[in-house]
């Protein structure tokens, strides 16, 4: 089986699934001439025309939801084996994350990519009833009723795609992008999609560079409505793909290994890609990806892997990568069966993953093995920790908050605080 790649119209190349099974990528030459400075991804450089091995393959797995539940509930409805990327990006990868585009080769695949675009109105009543499907079931990404506009989001969290038009929410279809992203929040986390936008919008007032995202109620349901990072409007309003990947790709991991226990890149590999492949340029990526490790440490974010960074390249053929906005930024602080002494992060600092095992003297070794500043390093800790409480009541201060879910969010103020005088103390100690 044969999947041609596309970004923003121009043919990238071809992936290949050979007899023995395995998948190859082929560059198109003329995308390797006229492409620009973008590459498909880091892992795949485009100075090589064909690459094997693992990469191809782990690209493929990394735009998938990496579930395996949904993966076999596409696969059913499809008539494809769920541990076939190929077979199903070619039912779901024409609106996946980033400028690539995926379809089958044997489709006449230059007329599905250039053919008729277009959106579906949905209703309030449709998505509430989609929401509600979806905290029943969280296999349930596509929603039942659907015919067209089909996705494919990396993630284990359940979520499904929306288009925002002058007349409301829509589900796009065809070759038409979509522009945000609805997730009702991890099954078994109640409120856990409040904590998501309250953690981003701390992030965001404590000056990081973040996605923008709302609760939105949608009847009786709510959820977390993220804007694309990956979408942008030319001068016509038409929504245009902005390519990206996340460091699972850029690395050439597969999804499994996301997190660095469990082999993945951590703080001084993600760092170390941007200084080869950038040079002095990175001088200004290379400090905003740590200090979204160090919020995640000061807010007890406790699932920032390799697939929650990425890189996002500009509208242009000629524009760099740089470090994306941050998303699925999410505290643990409100939630004490996670926040304990057990709890862990995804990243290492100083070899050390367990919370209450971090001290700045292990912030200072990743910051210097990274060729950060240590001294810079610990200040900006110091900041974040000092202002984390105060960003959150102002997070909640933006909401119309009632019963449980003001509850709920004083309960994450007061966990920010008591972890603020914790972290200062330690701050504070450690010289």
Not at 239 to 252: K, M, N, P, S, Y
């Amino acid at each position: 089986m044969r999947l041609t790649a596309y970004m923003n119209g121009l043919r990238v190349g071809w992936f290949d699934q050979l007899k023995a099974g395995a998948i190859v990528l082929e560059y198109d030459r003329t995308w390797q001439e006229k492409g620009g400075r973008r590459e498909l991804s880091l892992s795949l450089p485009k100075s090589r025309r064909q690459h094997s091995g693992s990469e191809p393959v782990n690209y493929l797995w990394n735009l998938l939801p990496d579930n395996d539940k949904v993966l076999e509930r596409w696969g059913t409805k499809f008539g494809v084996s769920s541990r076939n990327p190929l077979k199903l990006l070619a039912h779901v990868g024409l609106d996946a994350a980033g400028a690539v585009q995926l379809v089958d080769s044997e489709a006449h695949d230059e007329a599905v990519l250039h053919g008729e675009g277009g959106w579906t109105p949905i209703t309030d009543a449709e998505i509430a009833a989609h929401l509600r499907e979806l905290r029943a079931d969280p296999a349930a990404w596509v929603n039942t009723q659907q015919r067209e506009g089909y996705f494919s989001l990396p993630g284990a969290q359940g979520k499904f795609t929306l288009l925002a038009t002058a007349d409301g929410w829509a589900t796009p279809k065809g070759v038409t992008a979509s522009t945000h992203i609805v997730k009702p929040g991890i099954n078994g986390l109640d409120r856990s999609d409040l904590s998501e936008h309250l953690t981003m919008r701390a992030a965001a007032l404590l000056g990081l560079h973040v996605a923008e995202s709302r609760v939105i109620h949608f009847e009786d349901q709510s959820a977390i409505v993220i804007t694309r990072f990956d979408r942008a409007s030319d001068a016509g309003g038409t929504v245009v793909r902005l390519h990206q990947e996340d460091f699972a790709q850029a690395t050439g991991t597969h999804p499994s290994a996301k997190y660095q226990n469990e082999g993945g890149p951590g703080i001084a590999t993600m760092g170390k890609l941007m200084w080869d492949y950038f040079g002095r340029v990175a001088g200004k990526d290379v400090p905003r990806f740590f200090e979204a490790t160090l919020f995640n440490w000061a807010s007890l974010g406790t699932d920032a892997h390799a697939k929650n960074y990425a890189l996002r390249y500009g509208p242009g053929r000629t524009a760099r990568p740089e470090f994306a906005p941050l998303y699925d930024l999410g505290s643990a602080l409100a939630f004490p069966d996670i926040n304990n002494r057990d709890a862990k992060l995804a990243m290492s600092f100083g070899g050390h993953y367990r919370g209450n095992e971090i001290r700045p003297r292990h912030i200072r070794v990743e910051a210097k093995g990274i060729g950060l500043d240590d001294v810079w390093a610990t200040d900006r800790a110091r900041q974040l920790v000092v202002g984390l409480p105060s960003a959150f009541s102002a997070a909640v201060a933006e909401l119309s908050l009632k019963d449980e879910d003001a509850a709920f969010a004083a309960r994450l103020v007061d966990e920010a605080a008591q972890r603020t005088g914790v972290l200062l103390k330690e701050l504070d100690s450690d010289i």
